[in-house]
């Protein structure tokens, strides 16, 4: 799951979503600088990602990237199931994406001074990119994918994993669909 599904289940704008947004730049014994609330979120995060990379559902979506992206397939995953909550969102929510992502991005201006500084350093293009809301459209898939490689070790093979996801789109929409039923029932009864 990338940044628009962990915000999501994270439910309204709050510590546990800044928690389980900032999780992947937050390792070890960092956690304990935050307040109570946000480590909530970052323990989140990460039972999502073990839910996630332990789902058979998402092996086999991954599996379907392994020729372009090998190892990297699961980080590309992430990304195109997040396409795919943004085109299915009237499925998940009665808030329009683009009022969801402005509500998210208001919360997380107004609380910058919390986050780690690499997300501090990404932040403001994230917000002008509108980058979450633009996850929706496939252009937007391949720039989030051709950004992430130039600034990871993530091979830059975007046109290969778009020619993939386009080519085997219902497929994979059909897997994110039934995945992620099974991963809303698991975060609510963990929030619960």
């Given amino acids: 799951m990338n940044f628009l ?4 289940l994270s439910g309204e704008p709050g510590p546990l979503m800044i928690g389980n947004f900032i999780a992947d730049f937050v390792k070890g014994k960092q956690m304990e600088r935050y ?12 039972k999502i990602d073990a839910f996630a990379d332990s789902h058979p ?7 379907r990237f392994k020729p372009c992206y090998q190892r990297y397939a699961s980080v590309v995953i992430d990304v ?3 396409h795919f909550l943004a085109k299915n969102w009237q499925l998940y929510s009665p808030v329009p994406l683009n009022t969801f992502v ?4 208001a919360y997380l201006f107004k609380h910058y001074f919390t986050l780690p500084n690499r997300v501090k350093g990404f932040l403001p293009f994230l917000i002008k990119s509108r980058r979450l ?5 496939i252009w937007g898939i391949e720039r989030s994918l051709s950004i992430m490689s130039n600034h990871s070790s993530l091979p830059a093979q975007s046109e290969c994993g778009i020619k993939i996801m386009t080519e085997q789109y ?7 669909i039934v995945f992620f039923e099974e991963m809303r029932k698991m975060v609510n009864a963990e929030i619960r």
């Fill in 80 to 82: 195109v199931y997040d």
């Fill in 133 to 137: 809301e633009n996850y929706q459209h």
């Fill in 57 to 63: 559902i998402v092996k086999q979506s991954t599996a």
């Fill in 5 to 8: 599904a962990h915000i999501y």
């Fill in 102 to 105: 402005s509500d998210v991005h």
């Fill in 170 to 176: 219902k497929e994979l929409n059909e897997e994110f």
């Fill in 35 to 46: 307040a109570p609330e946000i480590q909530e979120g970052i323990r989140l995060h990460r």
